[in-house]
């Protein structure tokens, strides 16, 4: 079974520092890929995806993503954090490999941005 | 637009009562899935629906059960509430599976308390 591993519970950054959040998973096949973004109160929302091709993804708000299959990692970087930035994110697996059930979801990191 | 709407966002039941928490998106959406969130555990999948009339189970199914009669429509039911089924809840949709090259839109969530 696949799984998603976010060694980091907490990080805190200085608005304006750069980010890395980490990403380990285990997954047999070529994996799916997903980071997503969660506000204090909101749902989800999808930063950005990986399937194949170009190793490096980029998505929405300025952060981008890298697949590095020989270290099953997939972290997500963003060059200059905003205040507005502070929120939980976790990183995903496809459950199917193309199929209909689900995402297997690491536990998170929380993102604090110091002023 | 409306998008995926979750109704209620708060509730609190005593031990051995029965709800339904509401999902409906107006984005003709085929695929629907519940997820819940608990502290430092990420998102877990519940059940899933490819379809009307088709559903199917996620990681963890215990205790609840969905059915899907329209399009537009994925309701949530707990049988007999237990104060383990204290959790966050997440309604999520997308045109097809969630782990093919879809984005998966997220409700605001509904924070059910069971004493």
């Known amino acids: 079974a696949q799984s998603v591993t976010q060694p980091d519970i907490h990080i805190t950054v200085s608005e304006g520092a750069s980010l890395e959040l980490r990403c380990n998973y285990s997954y047999g096949a070529t994996p799916y890929l997903f980071w997503y973004v969660q506000s204090p109160g909101q749902g989800l929302q999808l930063l950005l995806k990986?399937?194949?091709?170009?190793?490096l993804v980029q998505g929405i708000k300025g952060f981008e993503a890298e697949f590095k299959r020989s270290q099953s990692s997939f972290n997500l970087r963003k060059p200059s954090v905003h205040w507005s930035d502070a929120a939980e994110y976790f990183c995903a697996v496809g459950r199917g490999g193309g199929g209909a059930d689900g995402l297997t979801f690491g536990k998170g990191t929380h993102l604090i941005i110091q002023p | 637009n409306a998008g995926v709407t979750q109704t209620p966002k708060f509730q609190v039941l005593k031990t051995g009562q029965s709800m339904t928490l509401q999902c409906a998106q107006d984005?003709?959406?085929?695929?629907m899935s519940w997820y819940r969130q608990d502290p430092g555990m990420g998102l877990r999948l519940i059940h899933y629906s490819v379809g009307a009339g088709i559903t199917d189970q996620g990681e963890v199914p215990n205790g609840y059960n969905v059915s899907r009669s329209t399009t537009e429509d994925f309701p949530l039911r707990l049988l007999s509430a237990a104060p383990s089924q204290t959790s966050v809840y997440f309604c999520a949709s997308s045109r097809q599976g969630a782990s093919t090259n879809e984005k998966l839109f997220f409700g605001s969530g509904t924070q059910l308390s069971v004493l």
């Open positions: 990986y399937f194949s091709g170009d190793t």
């Open positions: 984005m003709n959406h085929e695929y």
